[in-house]
């Protein structure tokens, strides 16, 4: 069983598009996070979510809002879609902060043309 | 804030050739430290961690000894095989924190 899923893997749309991608995990965990992958590789926190409640909102532009309808889904929906969104999106989760792992999912690879 | 500085790459290697990267932090408190491995097309996965000072992670042949003194973090491996070809980062965590600071990580290709 996947204990960090994603959907979709791939995503292709235009500028100016709205789209969601989803994130599951069925470990129990009670956090879970957004980090964006830009094209050298460098990885960033976008959010962190326990226990369905908003923990941390790093300077991500409004256009992206985090929603977490249960403990165990975390989904991102992104408005106005610009070239700069284009990279790839891994959803994670642990059991807690600090010294727990996070547990990545295989990421979904959004290109705005 | 908190930071990871990690050895760029690219880093090419034979089969069997020892491995060493580098990784140092910044932090106010005392973070628990990370090494995460991607494959390629894949997500991220856990290779090691420290949680405190002197700690030794170890896994699949890797090892990374948690050095407050020098606030490092460096990962080893004595004979690396083509299926470590990978992308490795550093990150740490402060321990009321919710986040993981990622280095830039390393590519590391392993010829045979």
């Known amino acids: 069983d996947t204990a960090v899923s994603q959907t979709p893997k791939y995503l292709v749309t235009q500028m100016g598009n709205d789209k969601s991608i989803k994130c599951e995990q069925n470990?129990?965990?009670?956090?879970m996070y957004w980090y964006k992958q830009d094209s050298k590789k460098f990885l960033k926190i976008m959010f962190s979510y326990n226990n369905k409640e908003l923990i941390i909102n790093e300077t991500v532009p409004n256009r992206f809002s985090p929603k977490s309808p249960d403990k165990a889904h975390l989904n991102l929906h992104i408005n106005s879609l610009e070239l700069g969104d284009s990279a790839v999106y891994f959803c994670a989760s642990s059991q807690a902060r600090g010294t727990a792992t996070q547990y990545f999912g295989p990421g979904t690879r959004l290109t705005v043309l | 804030g908190d930071s990871v500085t990690q050895m760029e790459g690219p880093v090419t290697l034979s089969e069997e050739a020892f491995l060493t990267i580098n990784c140092t932090y910044t932090?106010?408190?005392?973070?628990?430290l990370f090494w995460y491995v991607q494959y390629p097309g894949e997500g991220l996965q856990l290779l090691l961690k420290?949680?405190?000072?002197?700690d030794k992670g170890s896994n699949k042949g890797f090892e990374a000894t948690y050095r407050k003194e020098t606030t490092s973090f460096h990962l080893e491996k004595g004979s690396v095989q083509v299926s470590d070809s990978a992308v490795y980062f550093c990150?740490?965590?402060?321990?009321?924190?919710?986040?993981?600071?990622f280095g830039a990580g390393t590519t590391v290709t392993v010829r045979a």
């Open positions: 420290a949680t405190k000072a002197d």
């Open positions: 990150a740490l965590s402060d321990p009321d924190d919710y986040k993981l600071s």
């Open positions: 932090a106010t408190g005392y973070p628990s």
């Open positions: 470990l129990g965990h009670d956090t």
